[in-house]
């Protein structure tokens, strides 16, 4: 079984940052990419970005240059550095780590959220 905790959350002014954090225990061989969504009230989850196994990195636009994705293989632990942060970067971040492709070998975290105010 792989368990996915995700930590440092919180509030934060504008232009301020965060970083993310999700812990990954379990059977962590199997996992081959580690990424975050994130879903804002009254909105559907959307991807944020991913890294992975070979530590290649990918972003979506609206974060790029902003955010930076990394992999703490000896902790297992993945960070989401986070600057810069808008008002409309506010929502529920969710980790989710893949041990195959297609949506049944997808597993989520519990979320933590992310509030920046203006």
């Known amino acids: 079984q792989v368990q996915l905790v995700e930590s440092g959350g919180g509030l934060v002014q504008a232009g301020g940052s965060l970083k993310l954090s999700c812990a990954v225990s379990g059977s962590t061989f199997s996992i081959n990419a580690i990424g975050w969504f994130r879903q804002a009230p009254g909105k559907q989850r959307e991807y944020v970005a991913v890294?992975?196994?070979?530590?290649?990195?990918n972003y979506a636009d609206s974060v790029k240059g902003r955010f930076t994705i990394s992999n703490d293989n000896a902790k297992n632990t993945a960070h989401l550095q986070m600057n810069s942060l808008k008002p409309e970067d506010t929502a529920v971040y969710y980790c989710?780590?893949?041990?195959?492709?297609?949506?049944?070998?997808?597993?989520w975290g519990q979320g933590t959220q992310v509030t920046v105010s203006s």
């Open positions: 890294i992975n196994g070979c530590g290649t990195t």
């Open positions: 989710y780590a893949d041990r195959g492709l297609g949506p049944q070998f997808r597993l």
